[in-house]
C-alpha cells in the first residue's frame, strides 16, 4: 500500500529538517560566539574627545551615551549608532566615535562603547 500524496510530503519535509537541524543549530552557536568575542579583541588605537553641545551644557545635561560601532578590518569605524542616552548627548557621542581607530583585526567587529558627559 502506498503512502498518500500529504503523507509522502510530510515524510519529505520530516527528512529535510533532520538534515538541516544540525546545520542550524551550528551556525546559531557560532552567530551568539562571534560579537563577545570580536568586541574583547579589538584595543583602541586613538580616541577622539565628544564636543560637548552647548545647549545640553546650558540646560545641565549630563550622562553616559551608549554606542554601537562597527570596526572593519583596517581598524577603521564604519558604521556608529546610539543603544541608549540623552537625544541631546547622541549625535556628539556618535561624530566622536566615528573618528576613533582601532587595531586591525581578522574582520569586521561589534565594539560596544559608553561615552560620558559630565557637566562642571
Known sequence: MHANPSEQR???LRR???RLFPLAALALAVAMALPAHAADDRPIKSRVA???PEIAKRLKISGVVKVEATVDATGKV???K???GNHMLSDSAE???RRWKFEAGSGDATVDIDINFTNQ
Open 10 to 12: 510530510s515524510n519529505r
Open 16 to 18: 529535510a529538517g533532520a
Open 50 to 52: 565628544p564636543v560637548y
Open 78 to 80: 564604519v558604521n556608529v
Open 82 to 84: 546610539t543603544v541608549s
Open 95 to 97: 561624530d566622536a566615535v
